[in-house]
């Protein structure tokens, strides 16, 4: 059984950083390819990034290209996202997924069962 817990969430001024931490037990890590989402309220929920089994790929949507950053620390059975250059925008719930295919969060499809409980995220100017 799977599970996932996000954490690192908080409030930030825009232009700043964090960092968000997804630790996932159950199965070996390293049999999930890894995404993020967010939600922000009344808002249908948003693909941010994904990242391959063994972290040698990664693919980020165009509104945080070149701001955010997903790795993964497959020994600690952790994924990570790095925010940086904030905006207000960026406001939401954040939530970790896991999934069998990497490719499939390139291609579009929004997330596997695999879920945690969300971080928010809130972006002040």
């Known amino acids: 059984q799977v599970q996932l817990v996000e954490s690192g969430g908080g409030l930030v001024q825009a232009g700043g950083s964090l960092r968000l931490s997804c630790v996932v037990s159950?199965?070996?890590?390293?049999?999930?390819?890894m995404a993020w989402f967010r939600q922000a309220p009344t808002k249908e929920r948003e693909f941010v990034a994904a990242?391959?089994?063994?972290?040698?790929?990664?693919y980020f949507a165009d509104s945080v290209k070149g701001r955010f950053t997903i790795s993964r620390d497959n020994a600690k059975n952790t994924v990570y996202l790095q925010m940086n250059s904030l905006k207000p925008e960026d406001t939401a719930v954040y939530y970790c997924?896991?999934?069998?295919?990497?490719?499939?969060?390139?291609?579009?499809?929004?997330?596997?069962?695999?879920w945690g409980q969300g971080t928010q995220v809130t972006v002040s100017s």
């Open positions: 997924n896991a999934g069998p295919s990497y490719s499939d969060y390139v291609t579009g499809r929004n997330g596997y069962d695999y």
């Open positions: 159950g199965r070996t890590f390293g049999s999930y390819a």
């Open positions: 990242i391959s089994k063994s972290g040698g790929r990664t």
